[in-house]
């Protein structure tokens, strides 16, 4: 009997030591999160989003995206296709423009 209460102690003793140690690196952890060592994708995302390749990957996005409204401009203007859709498409293209400027 007393070898299942000397167990049940050090049973115990670990539990306490786990739930201390988990009490103890949650603030540790969740501090240096919020200082950026880990998990630093806020400071890499702007960084990337500064970065040359990143500006010029936007720029040639919107050339594409202003290309694609002339040639529905074109479309609508010699009246090929269907108007509605191709004003659906020039509003989509719009808002996608609007999003990367």
């Known amino acids: 009997m007393s070898n299942f209460k000397e167990e049940k102690k050090v049973v115990r003793s670990w539990l306490w030591f786990v739930i201390g140690l988990l009490i103890l690196t949650i603030p540790i952890f969740t501090g240096l999160k919020y200082l950026g060592v880990i998990g630093s994708t806020v ?12 500006k010029e990957g936007m720029e040639q996005r919107a050339n594409t995206l ?36």
């Open 43 to 54: 400071v890499e995302r702007v960084v990337f989003k500064e970065s040359f390749q990143y």
């Open 66 to 101: 202003k290309a694609n409204m002339a040639e529905i401009d074109m479309l609508i203007a010699t009246g090929q296709g269907d108007v509605k859709k191709l004003n659906a498409q020039k509003s989509f293209l719009r808002v996608q423009l609007n999003a990367i400027q």
